[in-house]
DNA sequence: TTGATTTGACCACT
DNA sequence: AGTGGTCAAATCAA
């Protein structure tokens, strides 16, 4: 935790205050001639900040209180599916897996790696033979391809081209999606420890070699999100939201200043995710979209919410990764991204709300 | 010749 | 027992 909230604090705080803000609203307009739609309008979001909160505060406990534990009780009734389970990558079990083995060492020959296992997903989008701006900064070499029951593709592993020169025991997974041929879905394991982990460029492989070598732009070196990335958009930051419309519905739309509401460390811009379905994001804050930007759609997440979302609480979340993260993402293209600035001082807050008071938080 | 890829087999995990 | 992840020998390519 840095400074005196953590990430998911300051963002229970908005949320319970955008809660309080909106049901000042629905009175308001109990006492005006306002129409019904708009009060249940009012009711669905007051009900949705609520909600929020409630799954931010079931994140925020103990390591023991798996997400998919959340999701499957109480108030995640409303929100089918899950981040994680909804994709068919391991990602919260081998969080455990790996915190696990990181206290517990096993016999390191064994062909089983006890490394510790940050899942990253990154979906590659590499239609019309681009080359998909997935530099993660390090050369890969493939050690296995193996068909995947209930895959059309087989999915194909690669680990790290210093693993022994350096001890780099980062590896990934690419498997081309099902559901889209051209969309190829990258799973990162481990923390890249290479000293060109985010230097080396590689030159552009070839359309078909893309599957094998998914090149560039999406170092994601440990922290588990799910992310998906379609290069061809005027944003590599776009989501394709066909195929996250379940995840993102766990996903609390809450968009922000990182400054305000980064991750422990603060300061940077860590990731961008672009809706493309504005009903989606109906259902959210207004204080989290532009209005004069209904197009755009833009939100962003900081990478630690994702990785609480994905069950995994920040451990593993330095500045510099971070910052590594973002520079890859946001280097193909130069797509500006909407600042959306989101703080506490855009709402009241009741000073006598004791906050801070020890407890309060779980 | 060297490094990368392929692929069958082995092993861990559930 | 089924499945996924990894190993390592064989093969390929530069």
Redesign the pocket.
């Known amino acids: 935790m840095e400074n005196s909230w953590s990430w998911e604090q300051k963002t229970l705080v908005s949320e319970l205050i955008q809660g309080m803000e909106l049901t000042k609203q629905l009175r308001q307009n109990l006492g005006a001639k306002s129409s019904a739609e708009t009060r249940e309008f009012l009711l669905q979001k007051i009900l949705s900040s609520y909600e929020k909160a409630l799954l931010i505060l079931k994140w925020s406990g103990p390591m023991g209180q798996r997400l998919t534990q959340s999701l499957t009780q109480g108030v995640t009734s409303s929100l089918p599916g899950s981040p994680i389970s909804a994709d068919?990558?391991?990602r919260s079990?081998d969080f455990d897996?790996g915190v696990k083995?990181q206290h517990e060492p096993?016999?390191l020959s064994?062909?089983?790696?006890?490394?510790p296992?940050w899942t990253d997903l990154v979906r590659v989008n590499s239609e019309n033979g681009l080359e998909g701006p997935h530099d993660d900064g390090c050369?890969?070499?493939?050690?296995?391809?193996?068909?995947?029951?209930?895959?059309k593709y087989p999915?194909?592993?690669?680990?790290c081209?210093f693993r022994n020169t350096q001890s780099c025991l980062a590896?990934k997974?690419v498997q081309r999606s099902d559901d889209d041929p051209s969309v190829f879905e990258v799973?990162y394991?481990?923390k890249h420890t290479c000293s060109q982990g985010s230097n080396s460029v590689q030159p552009p492989p070839s359309p078909e070699?893309q599957e094998?070598?998914p090149n560039n732009q999406n170092y994601v070196p440990q922290l588990q999100y799910v992310e998906q990335v379609s290069v061809n958009s005027p944003t590599n930051l776009k989501v394709n939201n066909e195929d996250l419309k379940h995840k993102e519905m766990m996903a609390p739309p809450f968009s922000f200043h990182s400054s305000t509401y980064g991750c422990a460390t603060g300061g940077d811009n860590f990731s961008a995710l672009v809706l493309e379905n504005e009903t989606f994001l109906g259902s959210f804050s207004q204080s989290f979209l532009s209005p004069a930007t209904p197009e755009s759609n833009y939100y962003m997440t900081s990478p630690c919410r994702m990785n609480n979302l994905a069950g995994i609480h920040d451990v593993q979340c330095s500045k510099s990764e971070l910052t590594e993260i973002i520079s890859a993402n946001t280097s193909a293209t130069n797509s500006p991204i909407p600042d959306l600035d989101f703080s506490l001082d855009h709402v009241q807050i009741d000073t006598n709300f004791p906050f801070d008071t020890p407890g309060f938080f779980p």
């Open positions: 068919e990558s391991p079990d897996r083995d096993k016999d064994k062909k089983r790696k006890v490394l296992r050369s890969w070499r493939k050690y296995g391809q193996k068909d995947i029951l209930g895959a999915r194909s592993y690669y680990r081209t590896t997974q799973t394991r481990g070699k094998q070598k």
